[in-house]
């Protein structure tokens, strides 16, 4: 199943196996099981640690395997093949179970040996999904590190049952003792937090008691990224508290566009952007979502940023980075199926709804893209265009009307999300031609309609556009004094990952600017 130098690879890997490993499989007749028994003997031939048997009279989803140690019942559990994005996940978990350290911090990890209670997680998943990875190493991680925390990762394709049953509509899906935990990408952090309910207070008790900042940097995307290491390198106090570091890019699949770098996935580029930060001395502050920003009292005086948990970071500049979010439709009906056939990420969901008639909300390049995309996959895609035209490129244009099973409708104005009440069965839109409402049958909906910044708990503080942009000059300044921004938040004409790091170089040495001047 694997090529040889996939094999190569792996080989390679599990030469750091400290203690033996036992892989657990319980198996059927299918062939999705046969696959699967030949992907575990496959593993076993790379390293004299690994063994395998099949214990096909398991009360357990089949075919699945767990990843344990001889003379232990518990471990990893993948439901189905782990291949496509989650072959990383799997490749982890081998070396997580046979004794290799994990990389996260110390603190964090004693956080999760301590967590008091029993906790059965399961995940589903696509192997196409970019999102999902984050979630099921979280989930195998605690299980490895604490008995009383077990985790199954589920490929929804396989049980497809499960999905229909438990009216899945997007992954990743994350259900906790039979109920739903959360859906989409979730750290390792920001899981425990949840379960941990002592950790919000812990955590605003220390972020509380921090010394004030040179720079602080609100947000950790490409802009926030760039801003602190260039601050970094100018050897003054510098923090970033992000939401989730990397921001939009985590949800962005490949990035062809970044100049010196051919070709990379959104995930990977957000793990480099966090490495390179932490090359420096840089308190980075992650999970945090900024609830407000207090200007300096007098002129060199501290900027206060107020956090959702309550704590309170000071510094004598800030750099807002906070970025950009989807859009949404903001119709009747959305809220409610959000997660139930209502998405936004057409290579994570896609996978879901094989066989099925789907929709695409925009004719901008991001929409004519994910319609190209799933047409592959679902029975029938529907483009739905407010405009008299489509905004996609010409040759993205031209490959979607070659796809015989897309039908684009323009001037066409979304008025409501239709439903069973668990799940999505269609949508009606307005032809702004004639006025007529009309309805299209689907059981997905994709929405594709743009960005949004995130400048909410600027209004009244810092001076925004007409679209909630923050108005910078040419050096990112904002009318607030201090206080500057870069990146997909601000009033720049373009929104590029490239154009947002630039930006970030640009506060930062601004703001150096100003600290050596008051």
């Known amino acids: 199943m694997l090529d040889a130098n996939l094999q190569a690879q792996l080989k390679a890997y599990l030469e750091r196996l400290q203690r033996p490993v036992e892989l657990v499989a319980t198996l059927d007749d299918g062939a999705t099981s046969q696959e699967l028994r030949e992907l575990l003997q496959e593993i076993r031939s790379l390293s004299d640690k690994i063994t395998v048997v099949e214990k096909n009279d398991a009360p357990v989803r089949k075919p699945s395997f767990l990843i344990t140690n001889p003379g232990v019942d518990t471990g990893v559990r ?3 093949v782990p291949l496509g994005h989650e072959f990383t996940s799997l490749v982890l978990a081998l070396l997580q179970v046979g004794g290799h350290p994990s990389k996260e911090s110390a603190d964090l990890l004693e956080q999760v040996k301590g967590l008091d209670g029993d906790f059965h997680f399961e995940t589903y998943y696509s192997l196409s999904c970019h999102n999902c990875p984050d979630v099921v190493q979280a989930l195998n991680l605690m299980s490895v590190l604490n008995p009383r925390i077990t985790h199954t990762a589920i490929d929804g394709a396989v049980f497809q049952d499960e999905i229909k049953e438990r009216q899945i509509m997007g992954v990743p899906t994350v259900f906790l003792n039979g ?35 040179d720079v602080l940097v609100v947000g950790g995307g490409p802009a926030g990224a760039a801003a602190a290491v260039y601050a970094a390198r100018k050897g003054i106090r510098t923090g970033v508290a992000a939401e989730r570091f990397g921001g939009q890019v985590l949800d962005t699949v490949d990035i062809e566009n970044y100049i010196s770098v051919s070709k990379t996935e959104g995930p990977k580029f957000a793990i480099a952007l966090e490495q390179h930060v932490n090359d420096y001395d840089v308190e980075v502050m992650n999970l945090q979502r900024a609830k407000a920003l207090k200007p300096a009292a007098t002129e060199g005086g501290l900027v206060e940023i107020e956090l959702d948990n309550g704590a309170t970071l000071k510094s004598k500049t800030v750099i807002l980075s906070t970025g950009a979010r989807w859009r949404n439709m903001n119709v009747p009906g959305e809220e409610q199926y959000r997660t139930k056939g209502v998405t936004y990420c057409p290579h994570c969901d896609g996978p879901l709804f094989k066989g099925k008639d789907v929709a695409v909300i925009g004719g901008g390049n991001s929409g004519v893209e994910a319609a190209i995309d799933l047409a592959g996959i679902v029975k029938s895609v529907t483009v739905l265009e407010f405009a008299s035209e489509l905004k996609a490129d010409g040759v993205l244009q031209k490959k979607l009307r070659s796809l015989p099973n897309v039908t684009v409708i323009l001037n066409a104005q979304t008025t409501e999300v239709n439903g069973d009440g668990s799940k999505v069965t269609g949508l009606t839109y307005k032809d702004r031609t004639t006025d007529e409402a009309k309805t299209v049958a689907v059981e997905g909906i994709f929405v594709q309609i743009g960005l949004l910044p995130n400048t909410d708990w600027l209004k009244g503080t810092v001076d925004l556009t007409r679209f909630g942009e923050i108005i910078i000059d040419a050096r990112g300044h904002t009318n607030v004094p201090g206080v500057f921004a870069a990146g997909d938040c601000t009033n720049v004409p373009y929104k590029q990952i490239i154009i947002a790091a630039g930006a970030g170089a640009t506060a930062a040495l601004s703001a150096f600017d100003h600290l050596i001047r008051h």
């Open 78 to 80: 993948f439901a189905g």
């Open 179 to 213: 109920k739903n935990f959360g859906q989409g990408r979730m750290e390792l952090a920001e899981i425990v937090a949840k379960i941990d309910s002592g950790a919000h207070a812990r955590v605003a008790a220390k972020l509380n008691a921090m010394e004030p900042f």
